[in-house]
T-cell receptor
Framework: NAGVTQTPKFQVLKTGQSMTLQCAQD?????MSWYRQDPGMGLRLIHY???????DQGEVPNGYNVSRSTTEDFPLRLLSAAPSQTSVYFC??????????????FGEGSRLTVL | AQSVTQLGSHVSVSEGALVLLRCNYS??????LFWYVQYPNQGLQLLLK??????LVKGINGFEAEFKKSETSFHLTKPSAHMSDAAEYFC???????????FGTGTRLQVFP
């Protein structure tokens, strides 16, 4: 049981490049989400999904796209990276029936630097 | 919008001393409240949660938090700090009937020998 797995752990991009951060969970969790963590700002919700085929925006969705074609995977896409997207990104999931009670299981994070 | 405010971005205590990390929430209806801990270079893990049952909530590693509606607070405490408690702690709120978890800005706890 691997939990929530994020890849890559580290990535350096140039401004304007695109990339996808991968997130997979093997716990049959319906709810999945992406956060970014920046110094002094805590974690901010980017996008979330309550099940396959359903996604919604969080607090800071601009510049990011998501899709949820399977229960297991929830990739985060940066179409044209900007230096303001330099951050640590966390994927988190929640067991069935607990999406609105905030019990999240987090991955170990992906550190992205945009030059 | 509902939010949480963590007072003090850094807290330092001596080993064996009381730990008190402050969190206040803004909501007219008591939400679900949480404390998460993040150790260096790791993701967050749940310490404890309040979901409108008992107001004094016990969590892992000897931590507890008390929900006080009159003060709109959910402060985290531990009677005796251990070196292994050094980490960043986040208070979070999950407003009722939503699928979102909103985090505070975090408090970094340092424990000195």
């Amino acid at each position: 049981n691997a939990g929530v797995t994020q890849t890559p752990k580290f990535q350096v991009l140039k401004t304007g490049q695109s990339m996808t951060l991968q997130c997979a969970q093997d716990m049959n969790h319906e709810y999945m989400s992406w956060y970014r963590q920046d110094p002094g700002m805590g974690l901010r919700l980017i996008h979330y999904s309550v099940g396959a085929g359903i996604t919604d925006q969080g607090e800071v969705p601009n510049g990011y796209n998501v899709s949820r074609s399977t229960t297991e995977d929830f990739p985060l896409r940066l179409l044209s990276a900007a230096p303001s997207q330099t951050s640590v990104y966390f994927c988190a999931s929640s067991p069935p029936g607990t999406a609105n009670t905030g019990e999240l299981f987090f991955g170990e994070g992906s550190r992205l630097t945009v030059l | 919008a509902q939010s949480v405010t963590q007072l003090g971005s850094h807290v330092s205590v001596s080993e064996g001393a009381l730990v008190l990390l402050r969190c206040n929430y803004s909501s007219s209806v008591p939400p679900y409240l949480f404390w998460y801990v993040q150790y260096p270079n790791q993701g967050l893990q749940l310490l404890l949660k309040y979901t409108s049952a008992a107001t004094l909530v016990k969590g892992i590693n000897g931590f507890e938090a008390e929900f006080k509606k009159s003060e709109t607070s959910f402060h985290l405490t531990k009677p005796s700090a251990h070196m292994s408690d050094a980490a960043e702690y986040f208070c979070a709120v999950s407003p009722h009937n939503t699928d979102k978890l909103i985090f505070g800005t975090g408090t970094r706890l340092q424990v000195f020998p």
